[in-house]
């Protein structure tokens, strides 16, 4: 093995300039916000390209990386089937329509504002609360990992990781209150470019680093049959492609970072082409980020910690300037899914939890004002959150476990409420309620144990694998919805014709 690359005033000077185009773009797009909608919805003018680019921007995050070459690392080649039904589930959703059509017409600025309009704003409020609980324990481990890349790829001291935590959180947040969604939305842009273009470099130079093709014979060798198929890995099997498949879709059409993109493009049949492009483009999303992982484990040996495995290995493989280019890229990707979720769950705090209790609504001005203060507090919590908290499992099975305790109802909630007339505001209530539950208790659960000092898994870990606790809680959330609605048939809020058509 060579020492670790250092980086050289190049492969710096090209972090810094993507900075500052970062911070510029961010006070360029601040004298173009004047309402809320451009805030948080860039004034619903985004068009096709730039659709593509930040949807997939805001989905290409660091975390992304970090958590794929995670997977990679530990499981090999089976850990294609994640990035196989994520781009199934877009694809689907682009080529029906389904659910995307109808809430764009709507001209809502958040997806938990329908769940007022069709049920009531209790249910707004509770789905709005699960959302936000999801979405602030995902912040955390996002600027943990991102650190954790930071700080392996560019050969700092590990001492160095909070403050490395501290500069992202300040940086990010700064340029988010700057412009809000026309700030994020044009950085997507820049993003997407530096990034795809050091991937697919970095991608060539992992595979020939081990032989080329050898690379295949290799992974084989070091993996067995369980790296190659994932319906004999135990890690996945049929029950987690059941479980993923219906999470993939719940991501698509819940999860408030794409929702509000699908809010920002120009019109709905715009919609349908991104997700179809877009579907083709998370395959690399997930394809390349994998190979960096197997690359480091068949460089390392998978005796090495996996997380810092793929930044330790790529830090020793690239040569000038590619080292550079790939930290911006990098950069480029924390700063992008940081700030666009940021920005969402500002936008579900202020719109859903803050502004129906409110006698007197909000004007454009206190709106932005609440939007950008919430952005401080939300950047605060996600440091707080990042220092404190540490994953017991792989990253990627601690981010299904905390959002399905929103989609889990959520989803059955958005579906029923668009395609069956007979869902109930009783009946919303009990999907949130049962569907939340399994997630929710085994969060809280683990917290608790981390809490004191406990590092052993909790009863609800022990009595359920994870594959099942999640599927199940999908089933649970449309278990709640039929029995309230059934049962309560008579406090049944009927749906404009608009919502239902």
Not at 16 to 31: E, P, Q
Not at 167 to 191: E, H, K, N, P, R
Not at 295 to 318: D, H, K, Q, R
């Amino acid at each position: 093995m060579n020492d670790i690359a250092q980086f050289t005033w190049i492969d710096w000077t090209i972090v810094a300039l993507y900075v500052a185009v970062a911070i510029t773009v961010g006070l360029i797009a601040r004298g173009r916000v004047n309402t809320i909608s451009d805030f948080l919805v860039a004034g619903r003018q985004v068009r096709y390209h730039l659709g593509i680019a930040t949807l997939v921007a805001t989905e290409l995050g660091l975390i992304t990386m970090m958590y794929f070459s995670e997977q990679g690392f530990k499981f090999g080649f089976s850990a294609f089937i994640i990035g196989i039904i994520w781009t199934a589930a877009y694809y689907l959703v682009g080529k029906t329509g389904f659910v995307i059509d109808r809430i764009r017409t709507m001209e809502i600025l958040t997806i938990t504002e329908y769940f007022e309009r069709r049920y009531s704003k209790g249910v707004r409020v509770l789905g709005a609360a699960l959302l936000t609980v999801a979405g602030v324990l995902s912040l955390g481990v996002f600027l943990k990992l991102g650190a954790v890349f930071i700080v392996h790829f560019m050969n700092l001291p590990e001492t160095s990781l909070h403050l490395t935590m501290s500069a992202s959180v300040v940086i990010v947040v700064a340029y988010t209150i700057l412009g809000g969604m026309l700030s994020v939305a044009l950085t997507d842009f820049v993003q997407f470019v530096v990034l795809s273009v050091s991937m697919v470099v970095t991608t060539v130079l992992v595979v020939t680093q081990h032989g080329g093709f050898d690379f295949f014979a290799k992974v084989a060798t070091l993996y067995g049959e369980k790296g190659l198929d994932p319906l004999i890995q135990p890690e996945y099997g049929l029950s987690f492609i059941a479980y993923w498949s219906i999470f993939a879709v719940s991501g698509c059409i819940l999860w408030q970072p794409v929702v509000q993109r699908v809010f920002a493009v120009h019109s709905p049949e715009l919609n349908r082409s991104i997700f179809k492009t877009t579907s083709i483009m998370f395959l690399g999303r997930a394809f390349f980020p994998i190979i960096w992982g197997i690359g480091a484990a068949l460089y390392y040996g998978v005796s090495v910690e996996a997380t810092a495995g793929m930044p330790m290995f790529l830090a020793e493989i690239l040569p000038v300037g590619i080292l550079g280019l790939l930290a911006a890229g990098m950069f480029a990707a924390m700063m992008s899914t940081d700030s666009g979720y940021i920005l969402a769950w500002s936008s579900i705090i202020v719109q859903d939890l803050i502004s129906p209790f409110r006698k007197v609504p909000f004007s454009n001005s206190e709106r932005l004002l609440w939007s950008r203060g919430t952005i401080l507090v939300i950047g605060g919590l996600m440091l707080v959150f990042g220092i404190w908290y540490e994953v017991k499992e792989t990253a990627f099975r601690y981010l299904l476990d905390v959002t399905t305790v929103y989609y889990a109802g959520g989803f059955a909630v958005l579906v029923s409420g668009l395609y069956w007339k007979r869902a109930t505001t009783a009946g919303a209530y009990g999907a949130f309620a049962l569907g939340s539950l399994l997630p929710l208790v085994f969060v809280v659960e683990d917290m608790i144990l981390q809490s004191r000092g406990v590092s052993s898994q909790g009863y609800v870990a022990q009595m359920l694998p994870p594959n099942v606790r999640g599927m199940l809680s999908f089933i649970l959330g449309f278990v709640g919805m039929g029995l309230g609605s059934f049962i309560s048939p008579g406090i049944q809020r009927q749906s404009s014709e608009k919502d239902t058509k």
